[in-house]
């Protein structure tokens, strides 16, 4: 069968103790066997996304419209089998490189159809180098976004390196939440210890500053302007 067109009966649901998710067979054997068909943009699968694209960017001309495409690795993912394919970064170097080479031009096509359809900027996903991220950034015109998440695949940059490599925007979308969890263990690891937690105080936001933040008493000054509201009596009450 095709494998950009891939029947649901042919997933496996894994189940067990662990996190439920689907088991996807291996699309192709290696890197000759890459073929990517003319009218890819107009499979089902990417034809949806375009049109949504173009859609939001009718129902909504003046919201800022971000694409995202999937980049060779995550593609690898999904057609040589994510068991097959992590094992082979150690086994088989080579045919990783060469499957990935193979499927750049899938991130590209899509990156740049999203583009034409009337989105903003676009953003890759975990792009393996700096080398991945030029290469991108030069086939891709346009503003694009770069995604430096934690623990991925992509190497850590910082906003100026992203910026050299042509990159517009850059955001760090779990990291906060990261340092925040590490944050939380170590409270409630100091509390099992000490029956307490005074002595983190100074690492905690005051009651002020987080006042000062949100404007709170800007707030409770719009509260005392506002008038009470009158209620008009009802004849014959």
Same mark, same amino acid.
């Given at each position: 069968?095709?494998?950009?067109?891939?029947?649901?009966?042919?997933?496996?649901?894994?189940?067990?103790?662990?996190?439920?998710?689907?088991?996807?067979?291996?699309?192709?054997?290696?890197?000759? !066997? *890459? &073929?990517? #068909? =003319?009218?890819?943009?107009?499979?089902?699968?990417?034809? +949806?996304?375009?049109? $949504? @694209?173009?859609?939001?960017?009718?129902?909504?001309?003046?919201?800022?419209?971000?694409?995202?495409?999937?980049?060779?690795?995550?593609?690898?993912?999904?057609?040589?089998?994510?068991?097959?394919?992590?094992?082979?970064?150690?086994?088989?170097?080579?045919?990783?490189?060469?499957?990935?080479?193979?499927?750049?031009?899938?991130?590209?096509?899509?990156?740049?159809?999203?583009?034409?359809?009337?989105? !903003? *900027? &676009?953003? #890759? =996903?975990?792009?393996?180098?700096?080398?991945?991220?030029? +290469?991108?950034?030069? $086939? @891709?015109?346009?503003?694009?976004?770069?995604?430096?998440?934690?623990?991925?695949?992509?190497?850590?940059?910082?906003?100026?390196?992203?910026?050299?490599?042509?990159?517009?925007?850059?955001?760090?979308?779990?990291?906060?939440?990261?340092?925040?969890?590490?944050?939380?263990?170590?409270?409630?690891?100091?509390?099992?210890?000490?029956?307490?937690?005074?002595?983190?105080?100074?690492?905690?936001?005051?009651?002020?500053?987080?006042?000062?933040?949100?404007?709170?008493?800007?707030?409770?000054?719009?509260?005392?302007?506002?008038?009470?509201?009158?209620?008009?009596?009802?004849?014959?009450?």
């Amino acid at each position: 069968g095709d494998p950009w067109i891939e029947p649901e009966s042919d997933f496996e649901l894994l189940t067990g103790p662990r996190m439920p998710g689907c088991r996807q067979p291996a699309l192709w054997a290696g890197p000759d !066997d *890459i &073929v990517i #068909p =003319d009218d890819f943009l107009d499979r089902p699968a990417s034809k +949806a996304i375009i049109d $949504a @694209v173009r859609e939001l960017r009718r129902r909504h001309p003046d919201a800022c419209v971000v694409g995202k495409v999937m980049g060779p690795w995550t593609l690898s993912y999904h057609m040589f089998g994510v068991q097959d394919f992590l094992i082979n970064i150690l086994l088989e170097p080579d045919y990783v490189h060469a499957c990935l080479a193979g499927l750049k031009a899938v991130s590209v096509m899509f990156a740049n159809a999203q583009f034409e359809a009337g989105a !903003d *900027i &676009v953003f #890759p =996903d975990a792009l393996p180098s700096e080398r991945d991220f030029r +290469a991108f950034a030069g $086939a @891709v015109p346009g503003p694009k976004m770069a995604s430096m998440t934690e623990f991925g695949r992509s190497p850590y940059f910082t906003a100026d390196e992203f910026q050299d490599m042509g990159y517009d925007i850059v955001i760090w979308p779990a990291t906060s939440m990261r340092v925040a969890a590490n944050a939380m263990a170590e409270l409630y690891a100091h509390i099992r210890e000490h029956g307490g937690c005074e002595a983190l105080i100074g690492k905690m936001t005051s009651r002020a500053d987080l006042y000062n933040t949100i404007g709170y008493y800007d707030y409770e000054a719009l509260d005392e302007s506002i008038a009470k509201s009158v209620v008009p009596e009802t004849p014959g009450k």
